[in-house]
């Protein structure tokens, strides 16, 4: 007894040493500065990321919507049904260790040479059983269960994205919104001032020319007009994609009232390895690819197998009885690849490849990551920083855009110097509502990329 306990004690630390029993370990560390250079991390591991998206977006219309799209959003639900599938087969992974039962009737009809025929019959129940000595079972179940992991990680990527594709959405329409409405108001403007200028023409007191490059600017802002409200529509329509209905208008709020929390923090970029699905589906898919590689090496053991089978039947070798007796057999078997070694050296050299391709996949999407937050966290600082500095813009254009009229009325200046003063402010507003809109999107571009929106 003590012989066969040493001896198995040595198998299996021989066969752990082949790399067949051994687990995979979690990665535990992050490139340094994966943020980049001169950005401040928090000493402990909160980050906006870790912040429910409910208290990020705090609009009435926009959380109606996230929770609409999570709802009824085909991709996502689709994700759904793919963790349904990966959970069905990990459940077939861990049956694999049981043995498996089958009722095999049979029967049958014999005469010799004229003889009466003989009816023989056997009703057994058979039974199979791997044993799984070398690993091979053990390491596809570990790899249907890291699949199973990936596949809710995809889940959680495609609803991160989705909360995202929602809220840029939703901004793009306030941002179209309120650049219609200046735009509309700049079209009235220069109806009047036509008007007023037309008025003045009739009178002898100004020239047709003037007249006619003022009509030309009145046309052109209201062709934006139009076009911004065509840009509206297909916003719309992608609205509605997004919540998988067909295209309607929308309610909403204001771009004006949407205030992102102030003070956060990015967190330390470690937090990212449990934050982001992306990341953790690319660390799933090289565990994965370490459990296959166990197994491609399993296969070079053999295989041993119980089986046996118990029943009744009335045929015993040559012999017929009856009543039928009760039958028991029992078989081990242990199949040992012999022909097949340079094929099972290949799918080795196949799996260490993809598993070393899985680890450069993996250490790039955590690369990606870290760019992606400085990006949105660039950009957000950025709009920020710009934001005093076009209010500061468009408040002196106006001034100089009231005084510029006021000195045409009293014949001091030309028309031109009024339409170069006008257009100017007009796009001085549409850029300071664009960087507006830039710094929503940058900062849900950054929630998205710490892993925010995922579900707890």
Known sequence: MKRHIILLTATTALLSGCGIYTNYTPAGSVPENLYGEGIATAGDTASLGDTEWRAIFTDPHLRTYIEQALENNTDYRSAQLRVEEAEATLLSAKLAFLPSFALSPQGGMSSFDGAKA?????????????LDIFGRMRNAKKQARALYAQSRDYQQAVRVQLIASVANTYYTLLMLDEQLALSERTAEAWRETVASARALMDAGLYDESGVAQMEATHYSVQTSVVDLKEQINQVENS???????????????????QTPPE?????????????????????????????????ARSNFY??????????????????????????????????????????????????????EEARLGFQQTLLNAGTEVNDA???????????????????????????????????????????????????AELSRVANRFAELQSFVNLYQALGGGREE
Do not use: C
């Not at 012999?319 to 690849?337: D, E, R, W």
């Open 302 to 355: 053999p295989n041993i197998t119980l089986s046996g089978s118990a029943g009744w039947t009335n045929s015993a070798g040559s012999l017929i009885i009856n009543p039928g007796k009760f039958l028991v057999s029992a078989l081990g078997s242990l199949t040992q690849p012999l022909f097949n070694r340079g094929q099972n050296i290949a799918n080795l050299k196949i799996a260490k490849a993809q598993q």
């Open 377 to 427: 966290l660039t950009a957000y600082q950025s709009s920020r920083e710009k934001a005093s500095l076009l209010d500061s813009q468009v408040e002196a254009l106006r001034r100089a855009e009231r005084s510029t009229a006021l000195k045409m009325d009293y014949g001091t200046n030309t028309y031109l110097e009024v339409l170069t003063a006008r257009q100017t402010l007009l796009s």
């Open 118 to 130: 003989t009816w023989t019959y056997s009703v057994p129940v058979t039974a199979s059983w791997e």
């Open 263 to 295: 003070d956060f923090s990015v967190g330390i970029p470690l937090r990212l390895l449990a934050n982001r699905p992306d990341v953790r589906s690319a660390e799933r898919s090289l565990e994965a690819a370490f459990y296959a590689t166990n197994q």
């Open 239 to 257: 609205m509605a994609l997004l919540l998988a209905e067909t295209p309607r208008r929308y309610e909403r709020g204001e771009l004006s009232g």
